[in-house]
């Protein structure tokens, strides 16, 4: 599988690996990044079936490089992971998501990770990276946050423009809603204008996503949960499964996605 580099700015380069929707026609799918600081680089996830992301960073950086996980699905802890650990990097992710990232990758090894955990810095010298949790989509979802270049890295953990809390190996809205309003609370500080996300699947938003995407989030998950904003009915197949859900669409998000039996 191929995948392609897009350099954002000096500092941050992101990896497209394409997914083979309909027979025949790819499109851009899922995203892992490479920001760099003054000492150490680090990588944010690691694509679904792409191998070689480890060489293709390297022909960027020879900087030490760390991986950091925003969760344990197989779209963001694939194939590349075992080229990283061989490499001699650590590969950060919280393990309460081992057991997931197992049942969709039989082969993965617990020996590849190095816990990680809320609070978590990572010091990349002119750069500090922020661990903030707040399961929901799973368990052990995370963001990165550089507070003071005002850059978040967000893998699936609110979405990328669509946002998937339908499937049923998330958590219920109400146990990701106190999780929620504690991130928003840690970015409070920051202009919404001015924090840039960088999510899992970037090509899902039509414009960049800023700060205003998770006040976004706030305000309908709270509607949501006070039965103010229910959506509208959606459905579709899944791993052989029939999922009936619900879909409202505001502000930034293109497609907020929940299971109303599951609030």
Known sequence: MSFTMTKISDTIYQFN????FQPGVWAPYVDAYLYLGSERAAVIDALEVSTGLYQAMREITDLPMDVLITHGHLDHAGAAIPEFYAAGCKI??????????????????????TPLHDGDVFDLGDKKLETIACPGHSEGCVVFLDRENKVMFSGDTIGSGAFWMQIPIALPLGQFWPHLQRLAEKVSDIPADELMLYPGHRVQS??????????????????????????????MDMLGKH?????????????????????
């Not at 989030?217 to 009915?233: F, K, L, S």
């Open 92 to 113: 950060y992710m919280d393990p309460v998501d081992i057991d997931l990232l197992k049942s969709m990758i039989p082969e993965t090894k617990e020996e590849w990770f």
């Open 17 to 20: 690996e394409p997914k083979e």
């Open 206 to 235: 039509p414009v960049q996503l800023t700060g205003q995407y998770i006040k976004d989030c706030v305000d309908i998950t709270g509607a949501i949960m006070r039965g103010e904003r229910p959506g509208t009915d959606a459905e």
């Open 243 to 263: 999922i009936v859900y619900k879909e409202v669409k505001q502000g930034m998000y293109q497609s907020y996605c929940y299971d109303p039996e599951r609030l």
